[in-house]
């Protein structure tokens, strides 16, 4: 089983940036895609970012589109989330999980079979 381990949150400022990591422990051939999502207390884990790994095509939420940038590196097995524009909106847990079936749903959060523990930000005013 694939453990999957976050790292780089942290508190920045409205405007900042922060680069997360998600270090997977295994090779990720059984993986079809890789995402990351987001709960801030009281709400719903929602989506946020994902990519594909065969083809790296890229998805995004409305609300990070043009600031949040998804990507990997295949040989680190390794996944980012380059955050710039922070909002104190972005304020939350963030996740990442990884989805074995192949499927278009990259948003539906109950199709990803694997997740790591979290890593939070928080973005002040």
């Known amino acids: 089983q694939v453990q999957l381990v976050e790292s780089g949150g942290g508190l920045v400022q409205t405007g900042g940036s922060l680069r997360l990591s998600c270090a997977a422990s295994?090779?990720?051939?059984?993986?079809?895609?890789m995402g990351w999502f987001r709960q801030s207390p009281g709400k719903e884990r929602e989506f946020v970012a994902a990519?594909?790994?065969?083809?790296?095509?890229?998805y995004y939420a409305e609300f990070v589109k043009g600031r949040f940038t998804v990507s990997r590196d295949n040989a680190k097995n390794t996944l980012y989330l380059q955050m710039n524009s922070l909002l104190p909106a972005d304020t939350a847990v963030y996740y990442c999980a990884a989805q074995g079936s192949v499927t278009t749903a990259w948003s539906n959060r109950l199709l990803y079979d694997r997740w790591g523990q979290g890593t939070q930000v928080t973005v002040s005013s």
């Open positions: 295994d090779r990720t051939f059984s993986t079809y895609r």
């Open positions: 990519i594909t790994l065969i083809t790296g095509s890229t």
